[in-house]
């Protein structure tokens, strides 16, 4: 079993900053791809930030220039510093790792921080 344990969530004003953390534990094997994603009310669940093994970025459009994804391979975490947050930003955030073992992949989800961001 992988457990995902996220961090750093909680209540800022817009135009401030937050640093989400997820640590992998468990049967660790072979960690490929990891990312953030987010979940709004009544929204669909959307990816945000993810980064390969290899440490190589993407973003969703609507953070772009205001979050930054990074991880420590060693320590099997993945960072995500929002900063410049917008009110719309505010959903609760989970952490997803994909994990690779004899050329099958797997997925592990976190529970979920939420973060709230007041105007």
């Known amino acids: 079993q992988v457990q995902l344990v996220e961090s750093g969530g909680g209540l800022v004003q817009a135009g401030g900053s937050l640093r989400l953390s997820c640590v992998a534990s468990?049967?660790?094997?072979?960690?490929?791809?990891m990312g953030w994603y987010r979940q709004a009310p009544g929204k669909q669940r959307e990816l945000v930030a993810a980064?390969?093994?290899?440490?190589?970025?993407n973003y969703v459009d609507s953070v772009k220039g205001r979050f930054t994804i990074s991880r420590d391979n060693a320590k099997n975490t993945v960072y995500l510093q929002m900063n410049s947050l917008k009110p719309e930003d505010t959903a609760v955030y989970y952490c997803k790792a994909r994990l690779s073992l004899l050329s099958k992949l797997y997925d592990y989800w976190g529970q979920g921080t939420q973060v709230t961001v007041s105007s």
């Open positions: 468990g049967s660790i094997f072979s960690i490929n791809t």
């Open positions: 980064i390969s093994s290899g440490g190589s970025p």
